[in-house]
């Protein structure tokens, strides 16, 4: 069945450094979506990416999706203690319903 | 605050017990989605109902069933709990039933099973 796969696991950066979360599939995807759950808390909607090469910036944050439709990632530019938190990956396979969330990356920022 | 309502906050039980998790999705919303998110893991999907239906299903036991009613709330019956049953339950909605739409989480279900 479809698996997605992100790493890291963990990262710690200082505050100020930049931070890349990556996301690989093993199927094609039809889209993909990423999630930011602080601790403690559920689960945030982040951006939803669908094209093949597809680029998109929030401020600091920075999300492409692969030309093949299998990877994305997530890079957070001169990061901030109000970015911690785990970040999860979502992928959709082409023709699915199912939503598969990768394992997430939790990103620890020191002050 | 998503919208998205879920009770009880915290259930704590014994083992071999059964449990019932509400879930009230955000005004709207068709679809609910429920999940599993163990201590310090990923989140597990279990299962997706549209419109009352069953749309998908993940890796959900056979001791967990779920509905959606007519009034589109929904509940996930968790039976002959197990030790390893402890986690967080998430419900989610989105508006339709397809991958492509955004998914709103609740506050989550802290279940510990003693």
């Known amino acids: 069945g479809q698996q997605v796969m992100q790493i890291p696991q963990y990262q710690h950066v200082q505050e100020g450094e930049d931070f890349t979360t990556y996301c690989n599939s093993s199927?094609?995807?039809?889209?993909i979506q990423w999630y930011k759950q602080r601790p403690g808390g559920h689960p945030v909607f982040l951006i939803q990416?669908?094209?093949?090469?597809e680029v998109k910036k929030q401020k600091r944050l920075t999300f492409q999706f692969g030309e093949a439709k299998k990877n994305s990632s997530l890079h957070i530019t001169a990061t901030q203690t109000t970015d911690v938190g785990t970040y999860f990956c979502?992928?959709?396979?082409?023709?699915?319903?199912?939503?598969?969330f990768g394992a997430g990356t939790r990103l620890f920022v020191k002050a | 605050d998503s919208g998205v309502t879920q009770t009880p906050k915290h259930l704590i039980t014994a083992t071999g017990q059964r449990v019932t998790l509400r879930c009230s999705p955000r005004s709207g919303d068709l679809s609910v989605y429920w999940y599993q998110q163990s201590l310090d893991q990923g989140l597990q999907f279990l299962i997706q109902y549209y419109n009352g239906e069953e749309r998908a299903k993940g890796n959900i036991l056979e001791r967990f069933s779920a509905q959606q009613f007519p009034d589109l709330h929904s509940e996930l019956n968790l039976s002959s709990l197990e030790l390893g049953d402890s986690a967080l339950y998430f419900c989610?909605?989105?508006?339709?039933?397809?991958?492509?739409?955004?998914?709103?989480f609740g506050p989550g279900t802290r279940l510990t099973v003693t």
């Open positions: 199927t094609t995807l039809s889209n």
């Open positions: 990416l669908v094209k093949s090469g």
């Open positions: 979502a992928g959709i396979e082409t023709g699915g319903f199912k939503t598969i």
């Open positions: 989610a909605s989105s508006r339709g039933q397809g991958g492509s739409y955004e998914q709103y």
